[in-house]
């Protein structure tokens, strides 16, 4: 048996109701290709649907008017069918109008040969449209491995961005001064008081993408007291007006940490634009006596004005060196007295309808 040629391990699939033309097909390809015979469009896409899927057809040879199923709707279906749509289609056909080529080329065919056939144009354009089929064939496989790789890379930046970031919350949990608790149960009332706030005041920009990132950014929002010396942040009584304006810079601090981190790792889907903007806002008041800025009322970004009334209810109900945990209720009281002076009203509203929840979680996580 002599050596086989890269051509003759090709398929091709010849469609036409004239038996006289698959004949004349059949004797002008057999020595090149393997052939395939289909008299009608249906057993052309049964053929398809043996042999197509798995790379045995190679490229298809149709005629446009056939009975039932013309050469159009055939062409038609192969090109939606996503296993089939790559393999090459030559049209062979005794229309030669420019508004016949014109359709078959829009209906999706790859060429357009004009009956009666020359073999020598015929074998030509066939060994064309193979080589090219191989070499877009060759392009798919390459752009999915590539994109194989890049999933590779984008999962391991994924990690370490990851790995990073629970870096950043172990710090801040380490200096706080209640072992990270302090750091759980705000992130679980930040995530009740932004599911009302959702709810009751929908105008106020809150879909469930964006209460997320808030749920998600809240344990950093002190990240910024890793630069506070610890003779300020530790010390057990009331800290001087000198210690307090030290104390106050962990604000701008923290902003400053995330957005060095921003830059170098990208925003995280949004993720530590948000961290930033709770870490910087969320002792600004609502009446505009806050600090790092003095911003007021709506110009407090909403994620700072939900963190600075969940921050100040979990100072208030936990143990310090200079006083005791305060009750729920009074908590609750001293909130609302905060309303439209340090607390936006609206929140203060959400979260007191919240407030059995918040008491049990004060509870659960003391």
């Given at each position: 048996m002599g050596h086989r040629t890269l051509a003759s391990t090709r398929t091709v699939l010849c469609v036409d109701d004239a038996p006289n033309n698959l004949a004349l097909l059949n004797e002008c390809l057999k020595e090149h290709y393997s052939v395939k015979l289909a008299n009608n469009g249906l057993k052309a896409l049964s053929l398809l649907e043996k042999f197509g899927a798995s790379g045995e057809i190679d490229l298809i040879l149709l005629d446009v008017m056939m009975p039932e199923m013309d050469g159009y709707e055939v062409c038609r279906k192969i090109k939606s069918n996503p296993a089939w749509r790559y393999i090459p289609i030559i049209f062979i056909t005794s229309?030669?109008?420019?508004e016949d080529e014109q359709r078959a080329l829009k209906e999706g065919a790859n060429d357009f040969i004009p009956k009666p056939i020359n073999p020598d144009v015929l074998l030509a354009r066939i060994k064309t449209h193979l080589e090219l089929s191989q070499y877009h064939l060759r392009l798919r496989n390459e752009k999915r491995q590539l994109e194989v790789n890049l999933q590779e890379k984008l999962t391991d930046i994924f990690r370490?961005?990851?790995a990073t970031l629970n870096v950043m919350i172990s710090l801040a949990e380490f200096r706080d001064e209640d072992t990270g608790n302090h750091i759980k149960r705000t992130q679980s009332?930040?995530?009740l008081l932004a599911e009302e706030v959702e709810r009751t005041y929908p105008h106020l920009g809150l879909?469930?993408?964006s209460r997320e990132l808030i749920v998600q950014a809240a344990p950093l929002h002190d990240i910024g007291k890793i630069t506070t010396p610890d003779h300020i942040l530790l010390k057990p009584g009331k800290l001087t007006d000198e210690e307090f304006d030290i104390m106050k810079q962990h604000a701008q601090s923290g902003a400053d940490i995330l957005a060095a981190a921003a830059r170098e790792m990208g925003s995280y889907g949004g993720f530590l634009d948000v961290a930033q903007e709770i870490a910087l806002t969320h002792h600004e008041k609502w009446a505009g006596n806050g600090y790092p800025r003095g911003l007021a009322g709506d110009d407090i970004p909403l994620?700072?004005?939900l963190m600075a009334i969940v921050d100040v209810y979990d100072a208030l109900r936990s143990e310090r060196p200079y006083k005791q945990p305060f009750s729920h209720e009074k908590s609750m009281a001293i909130i609302e007295e905060g309303s439209g002076?340090?607390?936006d009203p609206r929140l203060v509203e959400c979260f007191r309808s919240r407030g059995e929840e918040v008491c049990l979680?004060?509870?659960k996580l003391g």
């Amino acid at each position: 048996m002599g050596h086989r040629t890269l051509a003759s391990t090709r398929t091709v699939l010849c469609v036409d109701d004239a038996p006289n033309n698959l004949a004349l097909l059949n004797e002008c390809l057999k020595e090149h290709y393997s052939v395939k015979l289909a008299n009608n469009g249906l057993k052309a896409l049964s053929l398809l649907e043996k042999f197509g899927a798995s790379g045995e057809i190679d490229l298809i040879l149709l005629d446009v008017m056939m009975p039932e199923m013309d050469g159009y709707e055939v062409c038609r279906k192969i090109k939606s069918n996503p296993a089939w749509r790559y393999i090459p289609i030559i049209f062979i056909t005794s229309k030669t109008a420019p508004e016949d080529e014109q359709r078959a080329l829009k209906e999706g065919a790859n060429d357009f040969i004009p009956k009666p056939i020359n073999p020598d144009v015929l074998l030509a354009r066939i060994k064309t449209h193979l080589e090219l089929s191989q070499y877009h064939l060759r392009l798919r496989n390459e752009k999915r491995q590539l994109e194989v790789n890049l999933q590779e890379k984008l999962t391991d930046i994924f990690r370490l961005q990851q790995a990073t970031l629970n870096v950043m919350i172990s710090l801040a949990e380490f200096r706080d001064e209640d072992t990270g608790n302090h750091i759980k149960r705000t992130q679980s009332y930040i995530e009740l008081l932004a599911e009302e706030v959702e709810r009751t005041y929908p105008h106020l920009g809150l879909d469930e993408k964006s209460r997320e990132l808030i749920v998600q950014a809240a344990p950093l929002h002190d990240i910024g007291k890793i630069t506070t010396p610890d003779h300020i942040l530790l010390k057990p009584g009331k800290l001087t007006d000198e210690e307090f304006d030290i104390m106050k810079q962990h604000a701008q601090s923290g902003a400053d940490i995330l957005a060095a981190a921003a830059r170098e790792m990208g925003s995280y889907g949004g993720f530590l634009d948000v961290a930033q903007e709770i870490a910087l806002t969320h002792h600004e008041k609502w009446a505009g006596n806050g600090y790092p800025r003095g911003l007021a009322g709506d110009d407090i970004p909403l994620s700072g004005r939900l963190m600075a009334i969940v921050d100040v209810y979990d100072a208030l109900r936990s143990e310090r060196p200079y006083k005791q945990p305060f009750s729920h209720e009074k908590s609750m009281a001293i909130i609302e007295e905060g309303s439209g002076s340090h607390f936006d009203p609206r929140l203060v509203e959400c979260f007191r309808s919240r407030g059995e929840e918040v008491c049990l979680i004060a509870e659960k996580l003391g």
